[in-house]
């Protein structure tokens, strides 16, 4: 197997400058690959780009987008495709993927905002997919994301959009299975009927992650805390109907030091022998 391709039971971290050193010098982390944002990469030079490519000759690598604005109403940034495309070629990495949000609109909206679930916005984003793919040369990975309201235009279930969106634009699937879970309980659908219905062939990798509890009984998507047990179930609910895909440890807020955020991706690993008791 390449080293730029994802094991199957491969076990992923989010990549943070302040980490870099750390895991140079101690190689045998247990991480079997990395995310990354591009656009927090992109430009930046010096002793930690070079640290960067150390780190991407050695792993597979994911670039995960911010910025894209997949479905906002502004034209696509080819400027911006462009240096992703060139930050992509310069480390080798074969992977990119964003979230099914907007964020733009004259200028970043510095949030992922939700989109009209209907007919016209899955033909407008499966284009914009498309334009970014053809661009690109390498599948779009599309994210299912969090989100916390709804329009009144909106006339299909997230998951029939997210299906529809597979099938039109040939693009691949990132399964946030926290987020699938706040989203779940915050819009009273069932999340394991969401999975059965994601088609395996389509996923690239997935995410766990913290969340919290808003005062109002709403769960927001934080990052900021230990996976809870209702989204493990979930990825072991994953793995039954898909075997074991990469899956990769969100942390973004509040972060707890390198040795105890390196414990908690281990629990993503799948045991060796998981029909022994």
């Known amino acids: 197997m390449s080293i730029f391709s994802l094991p199957d039971q491969g076990v992923g971290l989010g990549l943070r400058r302040e980490f870099l050193e750390d895991l140079l010098a101690h190689p045998r982390s247990g991480i079997d690959f990395f995310e990354l944002a591009p656009e927090n990469w992109i430009g930046f030079g010096g002793r930690p780009q070079r640290q960067l490519r150390q780190l991407t000759e050695a792993y597979p690598f994911i670039a995960h987008g911010l910025s894209l604005?997949?479905?906002?109403?502004?034209?696509?940034?080819t400027e911006f495709l462009q240096a992703v495309q060139d930050f992509l070629s310069e480390h080798s990495i074969h992977y990119y993927s964003e979230h099914l949000a907007f964020c733009?609109?004259?200028g970043q909206l510095y949030d992922l905002l939700p989109l009209p679930l209907t007919e016209d916005m899955l033909d407008y984003v499966a284009e914009r997919i498309q334009q970014v793919q053809d661009f690109l040369k390498i599948p779009l990975i599309i994210e299912n994301t969090a989100y916390y309201g709804d329009y009144a235009q909106s006339s299909m279930s997230e998951q029939d959009f997210l299906l529809g969106l597979l099938h039109k634009s040939g693009c691949k699937l990132l399964l946030d299975l926290n987020n699938l879970y706040v989203n779940s309980s915050n819009h009273h659908y069932d999340a394991r009927a969401f999975l059965r219905s994601m088609p395996t062939e389509h996923i690239v990798y997935q995410h766990?992650?913290?969340?919290?509890?808003?005062g109002q009984g709403w769960l927001i998507d934080t990052h900021d805390t230990a996976v809870t047990?209702?989204?493990?179930?979930?990825?072991?609910?994953s793995r039954q109907l898909f075997g074991s895909k990469p899956t990769l440890l969100e942390w973004d807020n509040q972060i707890p030091p390198l040795p105890l955020l390196l414990q908690e991706a281990q629990k993503i690993r799948p045991p060796a022998n998981p029909h022994v008791s």
Do not use: F
């Open 208 to 214: 766990v992650a913290g969340h919290q509890r808003h």
């Open 104 to 106: 733009a609109d004259h």
């Open 229 to 237: 047990p209702a989204v493990w179930a979930l990825l072991q609910y």
């Open 69 to 77: 604005s997949i479905a906002g109403p502004d034209p696509l940034d």
